[in-house]
């Protein structure tokens, strides 16, 4: 089985098992609709991952709407994450 650093699990009741499962390497962005119909639907929103190696660290950032919400840091370990060295929070409501 194939290793990606970002997973994602998705729950859904049109799901015959209950959820299904897929990985990305370095980005991963969900636009979300709602309406009745896939040509009667509207934009609610967007959520977005996207990892970023540094020489001695990895960050994973987690966005919704286009605004930072949370980002987690590790050490760089062969370009795999290693040791949770940071876990921010951020405040989307806040204007900027």
Known sequence: MKSY???NKIKS???KIGSKNFG???NFEQEIFVGS???NSHWLGNIQVDRIVKED???FNFYIDDK???KLT???E???PGLLTGIYKYDINKNG
Request: glycine share 0%.
């Open 5 to 7: 650093p970002i997973w």
């Open 13 to 15: 009741d049109s799901y």
């Open 24 to 26: 990305a390497k370095n």
């Open 37 to 39: 119909s896939k040509s």
């Open 57 to 59: 660290q990895i960050s």
């Open 68 to 70: 930072l919400y949370k």
């Open 74 to 76: 590790f050490t760089n």
């Open 78 to 80: 062969k370009d795999r």
